[in-house]
């Protein structure tokens, strides 16, 4: 499985970002999916988790009415729209996998339950 992240750039506080997470090599239907960030000098994070048919989602509190994570089954595609970005929202996010057998997202927000790991991709915001 691979799994590619796009979308990442520099924007200003208050804009707003799509990032994308293309899956291949396996069943992208199989997979809950997540995203997680890690700002320079820090621990990596749980951003934001959506299970496997996309009927449940979950997300940390800084991102709660900010973002907003989707997938697209038919395109094996996940996205994380961010909006309303902020000075601390600056990281590399990244785009995980988590093979999983149920439909509760809340399951997969823990990075040990990762499978497969995008190499992410970067957000700068400048104030």
């Known amino acids: 499985v691979q799994l590619v992240e796009s979308g990442g750039g520099f924007v200003q506080t208050g804009d707003s970002l799509r990032l994308s997470c293309a899956f291949a090599?396996?069943?992208?239907?199989?997979?809950?999916m997540a995203w997680f960030r890690q700002a320079e000098g820090k621990e990596r994070e749980f951003v934001s988790s959506?299970?496997?048919?996309?009927?449940?989602?979950y997300y940390a509190d800084f991102a709660k009415g900010r973002f907003t994570i989707s997938r697209d089954n038919a395109k094996n595609t996940v996205y994380l729209q961010l909006r309303r970005l902020k000075p601390e929202d600056p990281a590399v996010y990244y785009c995980?996998?988590?093979?999983?057998?149920?439909?509760?997202?809340?399951?997969?927000?823990?990075?040990?339950?990762?499978?497969?790991w995008g190499k992410g991709t970067l957000v700068t915001v400048s104030s």
């Open positions: 995980a996998a988590d093979l999983s057998s149920h439909d509760y997202a809340h399951t997969s927000s823990q990075a040990s339950t990762m499978v497969y």
């Open positions: 959506i299970s496997v048919s996309g009927a449940t989602t």
């Open positions: 090599g396996g069943t992208f239907s199989s997979y809950a």
